[in-house]
């Protein structure tokens, strides 16, 4: 029987939703979904410049898991710059400490221990809640 799925600690989300290819139409585009957690496995190892043991103990999981989520995140990120796919941000098992939400005026990122009522880029009500901590 395998072992129950582990919650990746995420540390912020992504400052985009996701790349396209240049000079392509978004709905004319096949799109690859990188997970959250696979986002964060490249940001520790490649923006970051972690080791894969200490990456995995900043996500709370095992250093055979992590390498797992890397590779899986290589592997999407090189497919869609080899078939000029597009790169959707989203979803996963992952959990977090703050609060997530995207601006729908000025479309900038913003994270806070507690709930955000206001942007805090540009102070609008328009806001989006994209995860919230367990």
């Known amino acids: 029987m395998?072992?129950?799925?582990?919650?990746?600690?995420?540390?912020?989300?992504?400052?985009?939703?996701?790349?396209?290819?240049?000079?392509?139409?978004?709905k004319n585009l096949q799109k690859v979904i990188l997970l959250f957690e696979e986002y964060e496995a490249i940001r520790l190892i490649d923006y970051e410049d972690l080791n894969?043991?200490?990456?995995a103990a900043k996500m709370d999981i095992s250093r055979p898991t992590f390498t797992r989520v890397y590779k899986k995140a290589r592997k999407a990120i090189a497919q869609?710059?080899?078939e000029g796919k597009a790169i959707l941000i989203e979803g996963g098992t992952y959990i977090s400490e703050n609060y997530w939400v995207r601006c729908g005026k000025c479309s900038k990122l913003g994270t806070a221990p507690a709930p955000i009522k206001?942007?805090?880029?540009?102070?609008?009500?328009?806001?989006?809640?994209?995860?919230?901590?367990?």
């Open 2 to 26: 395998p072992n129950q799925r582990r919650n990746r600690k995420i540390e912020s989300p992504p400052s985009v939703e996701g790349f396209k290819p240049y000079g392509v139409r978004m």
């Open 52 to 55: 894969q043991e200490e990456a």
């Open 80 to 82: 869609a710059l080899v």
């Open 118 to 134: 206001n942007c805090p880029h540009c102070q609008s009500s328009e806001i989006k809640g994209i995860h919230q901590p367990k």
